[in-house]
């Protein structure tokens, strides 16, 4: 019998600016969201832009590259499994948040795409083999 997916691809744009967190045990954590945007046409022929929100989290020196090297506004590729955490509130209410949490991630911007970029060239992380994943072939 084969087993499920658990699969998500995305290329978006870095929607806020980050805020790169450390957990107690010392793993950085970095949570933000992507903005995908898709165009369709309506019944009456018009083009509709709608514009969805993917919220991501990054463990580790992931967490610690996509900080250093983009900022609201960078293009991204992410590969990741989406997941649904439950939490209370304070008053005891159930709430739940959905997220992909990244394992691999591509930065699309070339330097000068983003004036916020990082003039350094920016490398290609897989956060799932727990090194940096640096690509020396990245023309930029």
């Not at 394992?103 to 060239?121: A, E, R």
């Amino acid at each position: 019998m084969a087993k499920d997916l658990n699969s998500c691809f995305f290329i978006g744009r870095i929607g806020k600016p980050l805020e790169l967190k450390y957990m107690p045990n010392g793993n950085a954590v970095l949570n933000f969201s992507i903005a995908c945007s898709d165009d369709y046409k309506d019944k009456g022929g018009e083009k509709v832009e709608q514009t969805n929100w993917i919220d991501l989290v990054i463990f580790g020196k992931g967490a610690e590259i996509v900080k250093q090297y983009c900022s609201k506004g960078s293009k991204l590729f992410v590969n990741g499994k989406q997941r649904t955490r439950k939490w209370q509130t304070e008053s005891g209410e159930n709430r739940y948040s959905t997220e992909v949490v990244v394992n691999d991630f591509q930065m699309l911007d070339s330097k000068g795409d983003n004036q916020h970029q990082s003039q350094q060239s920016a490398p290609r992380q897989n956060t799932s083999s727990g090194h940096a994943g640096f690509d020396d072939d990245i023309p930029f």
